[in-house]
């Protein structure tokens, strides 16, 4: 088993950043690969990013050069910096771990962007 704690939203004006945090821990193997989705009212969840444990990251097209997936394998946490911030980053942000056959995600932390 797997928990995941997130930290980091919040409220921020567009042009703003946020940091986002998710620390895994639990029984974690070192092949896995952690990330970040979101999902705005009314809208399917979304991959944002991807990173593995070996450091190959994958980014959806709309955030790419706006948001960096970095990871911290000695601590088992995943970061995800988010610049230039626009209202239609309002979501929900949930951190993902993957390992195995096993897919285990976070409780979610809400990032708010007003114009």
């Known amino acids: 088993q797997v928990r995941l704690v997130e930290s980091g939203g919040g409220l921020v004006q567009a042009g703003g950043s946020l940091r986002l945090s998710c620390a895994a821990s639990?029984?974690?193997?070192?092949?896995?690969?952690m990330g970040w989705y979101r999902q705005a009212p009314g809208k399917q969840r979304e991959l944002v990013a991807t990173?593995?444990?070996?450091?190959?990251?994958d980014y959806a097209d709309s955030m790419k050069g706006r948001f960096t997936i970095s990871r911290d394998n000695a601590k088992n946490t995943v970061y995800l910096q988010m610049n230039s911030l626009k209202p239609g980053d309002t979501a929900v942000y949930y951190c993902?771990?993957?390992?195995?056959?096993?897919?285990?995600w976070g409780q979610g932390t809400q990032v708010t962007v007003s114009s």
């Open positions: 993902n771990f993957v390992q195995y056959i096993y897919n285990y």
């Open positions: 639990g029984s974690i193997f070192s092949i896995n690969r």
């Open positions: 990173i593995t444990s070996g450091g190959t990251t």
